[in-house]
Each structure stands twice: as C-alpha cells, then as structure tokens.
C-alpha cells in the first residue's frame, strides 16, 4: 500500500511562506491525482489543492491565488507552496490520493501562522 511523509512545516509568522514537501511510495503515484489536505483543531480535514498527472491543479477559494501544488514524478514527491500565509491557514497538513484519498495518511506535517 502506498505510504506518504510530510515534511517542510514549521511556524511563520502572517504573511510569511512555507513550502511543504511529500515523498510517496508505490508506482500508483503516477497514475493518481494527489491532494495536500489540511486538518485544524476542532475541524474536519479538508481537500486544499490537487493536481493530476498532466498537472492540471485546483484550488479551494480560500487558498486560491496564495497557494501552489507542483509535483515531480520522477521523485515521486508533491510539492505545496504556500505565500501569505495567513492565521486560519493553521493546520496539520496531509497529501494523500485525491479526490478519495486511501486509509494510509502520513503522520502530516504542522504549520502555524502566528505573530
């Protein structure tokens, strides 16, 4: 089963910039659209961004603009750059399958935007 490990989080302050990385095992990952998913205290995990095969990408609006998914096949990683980071962009955040991501998460990677 494929597997996944996050890394790249930190704590920044508003307006600030990560870029997260996660590093996938399996040959699936070439054939799959992947998603970086976020999960804040008290909330449910959401699908942040996505990107498919031939890379096309999608957004939910409240990253859209500040945040970029690029993936590197032959690394079999995906890449989250996130600029002005704001305080509600507090999270762990996962990649996982997209969008029905498998049981197997990662242990995600924590980011936190605070002054």
């Known amino acids: 089963q494929v597997q996944f490990v996050e890394s790249g989080g930190g704590k920044v302050q508003p307006g600030g910039s990560l870029r997260l990385s996660c590093a996938a095992s399996?040959?699936?990952?070439?054939?799959?659209?992947m998603g970086w998913y976020r999960q804040a205290p008290g909330k449910q995990r959401e699908l942040v961004a996505s990107?498919?095969?031939?890379?096309?990408?999608n957004y939910v609006d409240s990253v859209q603009g500040r945040f970029t998914i690029s993936r590197d096949n032959a690394k079999n990683t995906v890449y989250l750059q996130m600029d002005t980071l704001k305080p509600e962009d507090t999270a762990v955040y996962y990649c996982n399958k997209a969008p029905q991501p498998s049981d197997s998460w990662g242990q995600g990677t924590q980011v936190t935007v605070s002054s």
């Open positions: 399996g040959s699936i990952f070439n054939i799959v659209t």
């Open positions: 990107i498919t095969w031939h890379r096309n990408t």
